[in-house]
Structures are given as C-alpha cells and as structure tokens.
C-alpha cells in the first residue's frame, strides 16, 4: 500500500491516474498553496485564484496522463497550468471590460443626444404643469399613487377616503391630465384605473 505522505510525485501522479482520490487531496496538499498563490498574484483576486486553483487541480485528475515526469517536476507542472489559465482570465476580463467600454461610448455618441435630452426636460415641465393645474383632491390622490408609489387601497386608507372616491378622483384627473397635455401635442400611454 502507498504511503501518500512519503511517496514521490510521480508516485502520487501514478495513484491518480488509478483515480485514487487521497492521491489526490496529497497533491494538492503539496503544491496547492504554491498554485493559489502564484494565481493569486497574476489576478489580483483571492475568489479567482481559487477558481484557478481548482480548474488546475481538477484537470490533473481528468487528465493525469498530461503530466510527464521525465519534463519536470510536479509543482512545475502545476505552477505552469496555473500561470497560463491566470493569464486567460487576465485577458478574457480585460477584453470583456474593453468591450463593455466600447458599448457604453457607442450607445452614448449614438443614442441619448442633447437633443432627446432637451425634449425630456420639456416634456417633464408640461406635466409638471398639467400636475399643477388639477384640483386639490385629484392631485393629491394621483401623487400619491403614481410618485409615491401607493395602491389606491392605501392612498384611500392615507387620506381616510372611501376606495371608489379615490379611484374617481384618480380617473377624474388623469383625464384633465391627458386633454392639458395633448393641448401641447404629448401623447399619453397610461390607462385609466
């Protein structure tokens, strides 16, 4: 029987490959903290390097026979799979990064202008205006249900108002809301309640 503690590399890599796992757990053991550590200083990210560090270790057990004594040591081996797939992580976020960068320029030079801007803005005067001009008891109700985020069951708990005097006010202002407005040519999408 292998004494996992005493045993050579390559007599570990010869119990791996025969899919014994504390063959294995002794590897990494061995050479795990070297492996982390040298991926943790590629990415700069201990949740990475631990990801790493696993792929690395992983891969030795679906594929044992990758490793050739007679090129170099285990933790060589080991240190080199974990540099290279440290180094593709490194690359494959910087690349997703510079592809965010460029989306977000394009959609800037291309899609929300100044233009759209100023037209929002407009927009947002009118019906603040339009807002303005209802009387007392719709405007309230509608602020309340519509900015504050309120059911018209607790705007009319709020107010300590019947349920259907508050959706009639609602339904009364918002359509003084939709005429103010398409006196000035903004189309309203909402439905009444």
């Known amino acids: 029987m292998l004494k996992l503690e005493t045993a050579s590399d390559a007599a570990l890599m010869v119990a791996i490959a025969r899919m014994h796992e504390p063959a294995l757990a002794?590897?990494?053991?061995?050479?795990?903290g070297a492996v982390l550590a040298l991926a943790r200083r590629v990415l700069g990210s201990a949740d990475l390097a631990e990801e790493v560090t696993q792929e690395v270790f992983v891969d030795l057990w679906d594929s044992p026979e990758r490793f050739d004594p007679g090129r170099g040591?285990?933790?060589t081996f080991l240190m080199t799979k974990a540099h290279g797939r440290a180094v593709d992580m490194v690359r494959s976020e910087s690349a997703r990064r510079q592809r965010e960068e460029r989306t977000v320029r394009e959609t800037a030079v291309s899609?929300?202008?100044?233009?759209h801007q100023a037209w929002d803005l407009a927009i947002a005067d009118q019906v603040k205006a339009a807002v303005t001009s209802l009387p007392v008891e719709e405007r309230t109700a509608i602020e309340m249900a519509y900015f504050d985020g309120h059911t018209y069951r607790e705007v009319a708990?709020?107010?300590?108002?019947?349920?259907g005097t508050v959706k009639s006010r609602i339904r009364s202002g918002?359509?003084?809301?939709r005429s103010a407005l398409a006196q000035h040519g903004v189309?309203?999408?909402w439905t009444e309640p």
Not at 26 to 32: I, L, P, Q, V, W
Not at 157 to 163: R, T
């Open 26 to 32: 002794e590897a990494y053991r061995r050479h795990g």
């Open 73 to 75: 040591a285990l933790r």
């Open 111 to 115: 899609g929300y202008d100044i233009e």
């Open 157 to 163: 708990s709020i107010l300590g108002q019947p349920e």
């Open 174 to 177: 918002l359509r003084r809301l």
């Open 187 to 189: 189309e309203t999408a």
